[in-house]
């Protein structure tokens, strides 16, 4: 079945820690978005990726890298875990582009101790 | 900065009651809208979607939104609910330009009792 996969599907994490989350996508969608989710404020955008070998900071990009080696894969990186980065994941594609309509994956829940 | 309100944080409804979610976003340009909904424990699902044309537009499960350019609004309505709408709803809002990805609204919780 076509979609998007993410992984772990949860993890807890000593802070400081490093952590990759990863994210991969069959539908050969050109755009990719991460977003974290946390109560009361909705899902917010930490990278995006118009295509492969491009990428780009979203609202909130602090304490978080991602790369787009190709079209598939788009894996967001934890330097050094804090604990305010405990939050769910979710990693989205976009069949028209950016701006368009996005297909989420089922996310990763992240715990930061 | 762009931004997008949903004034309900959250809804309780009995089955059978209509709904409406306000929806409203700081754009003066050319958007696309988006209705997502997320049930309890799982992951975002697009309701519908406008890009153009009519401003009137149906998704899934009996939802429909209107679009009406001049309140910058985008309410989704359901005439009738079902205990099966518990979840949590989200407006999403894209300037229609390159290089921009999805502005999510907090999202309202709709609580359908049966």
């Known amino acids: 079945i076509a979609g998007i996969t993410q992984a772990p599907t949860s993890q807890i994490l000593a802070a400081g820690r490093r952590m990759t989350l990863r994210c991969t996508q069959d539908m050969r969608h050109n755009a990719m978005y991460w977003y974290r989710q946390d109560l009361g404020l909705g899902l917010r955008l930490i990278h995006y990726?118009?295509?492969?070998?491009?990428?780009g900071k979203g609202e909130v990009p602090d304490g978080y890298s991602v790369s787009r080696a190709n079209t598939d894969d788009f894996p967001l990186t934890l330097a050094s875990a804090v604990p305010s980065q405990t939050s769910v994941y979710f990693c989205?594609?976009?069949?028209?582009?950016?701006?368009?309509?996005?297909?989420f994956g089922p996310g990763t829940r992240l715990t930061v101790l | 900065a762009q931004s997008v309100s949903q004034h309900n944080h959250h809804v309780i409804l009995s089955e059978a009651a209509s709904l409406e979610l306000g929806c409203n976003y700081s754009y003066g340009g050319t958007v696309n809208l988006f209705w997502y909904v997320q049930y309890p424990g799982q992951h975002l699902q697009l309701l519908l979607k406008y890009f153009s044309g009519d401003p009137l537009v149906k998704g899934i499960k009996g939802f429909e939104a209107e679009f009406i350019k001049s309140k910058f609004s985008f309410n989704l309505r359901k005439p009738s609910v079902q205990w099966s709408d518990t979840a949590e709803y989200f407006c999403?809002?894209?300037?229609?330009?390159?290089?921009?990805?999805?502005?999510f609204g907090k999202g309202t919780t709709l609580s359908v009792s049966s």
């Open positions: 999403a809002v894209s300037p229609n330009q390159a290089g921009t990805a999805l502005i």
């Open positions: 990726s118009n295509t492969a070998g491009t990428t």
């Open positions: 989205a594609s976009s069949e028209e582009g950016i701006g368009g309509t996005q297909y």
